[in-house]
């Protein structure tokens, strides 16, 4: 990326007439030096998927004996990274109160401006999961190693106790990233599916009845989640996959294995949980929609 902003000509015109430059994700503001120097008249802004400092300080709490001084030192990293990022930009755009709080935290007089994830429009479907067989899905970038984590929790600790109750229900992992090894443990768990990367995510959301999703790390705002509520799928999920979401439009919402599992069982077998699940999804879309991001990302430049 810094070889074609410093020789690509076409690129250094467009940056020379724009009115805002805005890099995607916190790891490309390492640009922002440049962009401004290439385009001197625009403000510089930065979307803040995910904040950084919140996924390394979840790993340093993680971190066994061995990693811990890495760890740290990592956060460390982040932390001096981020304040050096913020101090550069005209405005730091993060998805949530939670991720501002977090920002700020670290950098006390970062311009932060919230904006909701723009993920609600009329191209995501909604899905109808009334009189459909058991299938709880999983779709998540699986190459990402919270998402291998919670792969793993739901194979191996959560889906055994849904399977024990409901013999016949099925678990669907939707994603690429697993390495053979891996996938090939995975499908040693009865019930168990792996479907690997697909072209077709719509779909695969046609075969759940609901999602369950044991996220225990990372940090941003989890947009598997929020696509699954906006489908109306009811959504079960942990403390970490709700942050940055109203907590209200999931159907269940808990850290344990077994309190995961009795909330999954229970909305499998409850005829009114499709219900609620449209109406959360109603809602959803009224919250995150595309036009209301447009106009809370424009308010940041009046």
């Not at 030096?33 to 001197?40: D, I, N, R, T």
């Not at 849904?162 to 040693?188: C, M, W």
Request: proline share 5%; hydrophobic share 40%.
């Amino acid at each position: 990326m810094v070889l074609d902003l410093l020789t690509d000509p076409s690129l250094r015109a467009l940056l020379r007439g724009a009115d805002v430059v805005d890099l995607q994700w916190e790891e490309y503001g390492r640009l922002a030096p440049l962009v401004k120097m290439l385009s001197p008249g625009s403000l510089i802004t930065c979307m803040f998927h995910d904040v950084n400092d919140q996924r390394a300080t979840r790993r340093l709490h993680a971190a066994d004996t061995t990693s811990i001084k890495k760890a740290r030192r990592q956060l460390r990293q982040v932390q001096r990274a981020e304040r050096r990022l913020t101090a550069r930009l005209d405005a730091a755009f993060v998805l949530s109160e939670k991720d501002k709080k977090v920002l700020t935290s670290v950098a006390p007089g970062a311009p932060t401006r919230v904006v909701p994830p723009p993920l609600a429009d009329s191209s995501i479907p909604m899905v109808d999961t009334e009189h459909r067989e058991a299938a709880v899905g999983f779709v998540s970038a699986l190459g990402r190693q919270e998402n291998r984590d919670a792969a793993h929790r739901l194979v191996h600790s959560v889906w055994p106790l849904i399977h024990q109750a409901l013999p016949d229900a099925r678990l669907i992992l939707v994603g690429g990233g697993l390495d053979l090894s891996t996938k090939a443990g995975f499908l040693e768990v009865p019930g168990v599916e792996v479907t690997g990367f697909v072209d077709d995510l719509d779909a695969q959301y046609r075969r759940f009845s609901a999602t369950l999703s044991p996220i225990s790390t990372g940090a941003g705002v989890k947009f598997k989640i929020l696509e699954s509520i906006i489908r109306g799928l009811p959504t079960i999920t942990t403390s970490v996959g709700i942050e940055g979401i109203e907590p209200d439009l999931a159907e269940a919402v808990g850290d344990d294995d077994a309190e995961l599992a009795r909330a999954t069982i229970a909305a499998l077998q409850d005829t009114d949980a499709p219900k609620r699940a449209r109406a959360a999804s109603a809602q959803a879309r009224q919250l995150y929609s595309r036009e209301r991001f447009h106009q809370e990302y424009q308010a940041a430049f009046r």
